[in-house]
């Protein structure tokens, strides 16, 4: 199996950064051993103007076989032959073996992890992938309907059968080419691609799929499977048909799909902070806006609580991400949206492509949802969700509680989200309405609180309130926050 990646460059972006984004040396070549057979990374081209990066994957039949994986695939069940589980496609065509093996070899690539070139894994790149033999189950015109959305610009070649007998017809082979000349893709989204639709189209599995495999698609899936219009073959052929894994897949990504609301158009979204930012009464001395008393109110609860590496959940356009990296006692921010182009315009409002190394160090950029548990998020000393949970449907609300307080469990929460009481106090606010067309809810003081008491007791989390904004004497803050704080806090902090 043969897999090429290439990207262009120049003198000051040269493309040989390739090798800190895989990381794997142009000047060297590396072997890796696999469950599969062994995987042989190095790279035909290396200049500052082009590289290119060859993943090569030696596939033992025998051993596959041993292993209980390689038999034929006899379609329709009956067995080729004995001949079959040793000679077939396995060794030359790309499949869900050389997925794993991209999984294995680039496995930070593939995360868009670059402590090296941060800035650079986090930036869109110009590529060009290439796979020689490539199984279509549903040919040419179902690879282009898988990767064509994505932003990829296709090309599709059918392998004929022989080429000295045309009449015979096409293959189930194609031959690859995909290409973002515009850079529209950071490698770490292209990679994810290939690694699920690459099973996808070969429409099988060559190992046991167990049930954290929905748990992989989603990872890898994150920010463009929830939205695919193929969204339901993939997920049934990625999970090799099994119907209650594609159910609670599908169910999830549905999830997903409706938390990503916010991502309809980034004009939006700016104005909806402009009306939060002035929700304010008319005196004679303009009071500060409510966003930035939110953000004092957050920074004042971290730093009481020492936090040093401090997670924005729902981080949006980047404001108190940006107020962190203000102060040097936050030394690790990492902002996590589902939403791809408010993670774009927080890029930019942060502008991380000119930003100074130190300070490019301190913070990271990340695409996901807490509608499912995420092994990035664990070991970081506070988690802010800032006027996040009303933006979920209630029902959800079980899965991010789960996602953060079970699974990422950061020694300390903040969760802030509007008082719906004080609502009466917006004089432009007509009676009934929400703050924001896409809040699903807004609770009370005392739902609030009730809410915050049971995920504490389920989780063993001590939780203290806060008022943000004027403490009105009758209808309370504008805005409350709920500061949560392990009750057996752990001492040393997980790699």
């Given at each position: 199996?043969f897999?090429?990646?290439?990207?262009s460059?120049?003198?000051r972006?040269?493309?040989?950064?390739?090798?800190?984004?895989?990381h794997?040396?142009?000047?060297r070549?590396?072997?890796?051993a696999?469950?599969?057979?062994?995987?042989?990374?190095?790279?035909?081209?290396?200049?500052?103007?082009?590289c290119?990066?060859?993943?090569?994957?030696?596939?033992?039949?025998?051993a596959?076989?041993?292993?209980?994986?390689?038999?034929?695939k006899?379609?329709g069940?009956?067995?080729?032959?004995?001949?079959?589980?040793?000679?077939?496609d396995?060794?030359?065509?790309?499949?869900?073996?050389?997925?794993?093996?991209l999984?294995?070899?680039?496995?930070?690539?593939?995360r868009?992890?670059?402590?090296?070139r941060?800035?650079?894994?986090?930036r869109?790149?110009?590529?060009?992938?290439?796979?020689?033999?490539?199984?279509?189950?549903?040919?040419?015109?179902?690879v282009?309907?898988?990767?064509?959305?994505l932003g990829?610009?296709?090309?599709a070649?059918?392998?004929?059968l022989?080429v000295?007998?045309?009449?015979?017809?096409?293959?189930?082979?194609?031959?690859?080419?995909l290409?973002?000349?515009?850079?529209r893709?950071?490698?770490?989204?292209?990679?994810?691609?290939?690694?699920?639709?690459?099973?996808?189209?070969d429409?099988?599995?060559?190992?046991?799929?167990?049930?954290?495999?929905?748990?992989?698609?989603?990872?890898?899936?994150?920010?463009?499977?929830?939205?695919?219009p193929?969204?339901?073959?993939?997920?049934?052929?990625?999970?090799?048909?099994r119907?209650?894994?594609?159910?609670?897949?599908?169910?999830?990504?549905?999830?997903?799909?409706?938390?990503?609301?916010?991502?309809t158009?980034?004009?939006e979204?700016?104005?909806?902070?402009?009306?939060?930012?002035?929700?304010t009464?008319?005196?004679?001395?303009r009071?500060?806006?409510?966003?930035?008393r939110?953000?004092?109110?957050?920074?004042?609860?971290?730093?009481?609580?020492?936090a040093?590496?401090?997670?924005?959940?729902?981080?949006g356009?980047?404001?108190?991400?940006?107020?962190?990296?203000?102060?040097?006692?936050?030394?690790?921010?990492?902002?996590?949206?589902?939403?791809?182009?408010?993670?774009?315009?927080a890029?930019?409002?942060?502008?991380?492509?000119?930003?100074g190394?130190r300070?490019?160090e301190?913070?990271?950029?990340?695409?996901?949802?807490l509608?499912y548990?995420?092994?990035?998020?664990?070991?970081?000393?506070?988690?802010?969700?800032?006027?996040?949970?009303e933006?979920?449907?209630?029902?959800?609300?079980?899965?991010?509680?789960?996602?953060?307080?079970?699974?990422?469990?950061?020694?300390?929460?903040?969760?802030?989200?509007?008082n719906?009481?004080?609502?009466?106090?917006?004089?432009?606010?007509?009676?009934g309405?929400?703050r924001?067309?896409?809040h699903r809810?807004?609770?009370?003081?005392?739902?609030?609180?009730?809410?915050?008491r049971a995920?504490?007791?389920?989780?063993?989390?001590?939780?203290?309130f806060?008022?943000?904004?004027?403490?009105d004497?009758?209808v309370?803050?504008?805005t409350?926050?709920?500061?949560?704080?392990?009750?057996a806090?752990?001492?040393?902090?997980?790699?």
């Amino acid at each position: 199996m043969f897999l090429t990646i290439s990207t262009s460059g120049d003198a000051r972006n040269p493309a040989t950064d390739l090798g800190f984004l895989l990381h794997k040396h142009p000047d060297r070549t590396q072997a890796f051993a696999t469950s599969h057979g062994t995987a042989h990374v190095f790279y035909p081209e290396a200049t500052p103007e082009r590289c290119t990066a060859a993943l090569l994957l030696e596939v033992d039949p025998v051993a596959l076989v041993r292993r209980g994986k390689g038999k034929g695939k006899g379609r329709g069940g009956a067995p080729d032959a004995a001949l079959a589980q040793y000679v077939n496609d396995r060794p030359y065509a790309a499949s869900s073996l050389l997925a794993v093996a991209l999984s294995a070899v680039f496995s930070s690539a593939l995360r868009g992890v670059c402590n090296a070139r941060p800035e650079r894994a986090a930036r869109p790149l110009p590529l060009r992938v290439e796979v020689p033999a490539l199984p279509a189950s549903g040919g040419a015109g179902l690879v282009r309907a898988l990767f064509e959305p994505l932003g990829w610009t296709v090309t599709a070649t059918p392998v004929p059968l022989d080429v000295r007998f045309p009449a015979w017809g096409d293959s189930r082979y194609v031959q690859l080419v995909l290409d973002v000349p515009d850079g529209r893709l950071t490698l770490g989204e292209a990679l994810r691609h290939l690694y699920v639709l690459l099973p996808v189209l070969d429409d099988a599995k060559h190992y046991w799929v167990s049930p954290d495999e929905v748990d992989k698609l989603l990872r890898a899936g994150d920010g463009w499977l929830a939205d695919h219009p193929e969204r339901e073959l993939i997920t049934s052929r990625y999970l090799a048909r099994r119907r209650s894994l594609t159910r609670e897949a599908t169910e999830r990504l549905e999830l997903v799909r409706l938390a990503d609301a916010d991502d309809t158009d980034v004009e939006e979204l700016d104005n909806a902070v402009a009306e939060d930012e002035s929700d304010t009464f008319d005196t004679e001395e303009r009071p500060v806006p409510l966003a930035l008393r939110r953000r004092e109110a957050i920074l004042a609860a971290l730093t009481a609580a020492g936090a040093a590496h401090v997670l924005d959940l729902g981080c949006g356009q980047g404001q108190l991400v940006q107020a962190l990296l203000k102060d040097a006692r936050f030394t690790e921010i990492v902002g996590l949206d589902v939403s791809v182009r408010a993670l774009t315009v927080a890029a930019r409002r942060l502008r991380l492509d000119r930003m100074g190394e130190r300070l490019a160090e301190r913070v990271t950029l990340l695409q996901g949802s807490l509608a499912y548990t995420d092994k990035r998020l664990k070991g970081y000393d506070a988690a802010v969700l800032s006027e996040v949970i009303e933006h979920l449907d209630v029902e959800r609300l079980p899965a991010l509680e789960y996602a953060v307080f079970g699974s990422a469990r950061p020694r300390t929460v903040l969760v802030t989200t509007p008082n719906v009481e004080y609502n009466v106090r917006w004089e432009t606010l007509p009676a009934g309405h929400v703050r924001h067309g896409d809040h699903r809810f807004e609770w009370t003081r005392e739902e609030f609180r009730a809410w915050a008491r049971a995920v504490a007791e389920r989780h063993a989390y001590d939780v203290e309130f806060v008022p943000v904004g004027d403490d009105d004497p009758e209808v309370g803050p504008p805005t409350q926050m709920a500061v949560f704080t392990q009750a057996a806090r752990e001492e040393v902090r997980a790699a």
